[in-house]
């Protein structure tokens, strides 16, 4: 049997959708996307599949950090206080096996940019 060789980078929904305030890390994010495109092709013909999985809007210590910003520098910060207090943050378990489904399951995932909202666990 062949060994499966991945590549998995961790992006960010970030990466497609602009927030004020946070330019640097939606633009990282965004990079990090096409790094991951550009690799798989690069890649391919050496066995190596590689992703870019946005793991959605987690339940972390980076949560809370954007919390506590000042509204002037980030504008968006009622929409995350919102996620918090109306549940609609995923636990990092819930992730994990997610992101655990996907790397023992690269076949069911053709594309490269994926995201853990976009498909259930079996």
């Not at 499966?4 to 330019?23: D, E, F």
């Not at 954007?66 to 943050?89: M, Q, T, V, W």
Request: charged share 25%.
């Amino acid at each position: 049997m062949k060994e499966k060789k991945l590549i998995c980078n961790i992006s960010s929904g970030a990466a497609h959708k602009p927030l004020p305030g946070w330019a640097e890390y939606c633009s990282s994010k965004a990079g990090l996307a096409m790094f991951s495109r550009v690799a798989a092709e690069e890649l391919s013909g050496l066995g190596f599949r590689v992703f870019s999985l946005a793991p959605g809007i987690i339940d972390t210590e980076m949560q809370t950090e954007i919390r506590k910003a000042n509204l002037s520098d980030f504008p968006a910060l009622d929409r995350f206080a919102k996620y918090k207090a109306e549940g609609h943050l995923s636990s990092p378990e819930e992730v994990a096996e997610k992101v655990f489904y996907l790397l023992t399951n690269p076949e069911l995932f053709p594309d490269v940019v994926q995201d853990v909202r976009n498909f259930e666990l079996p």
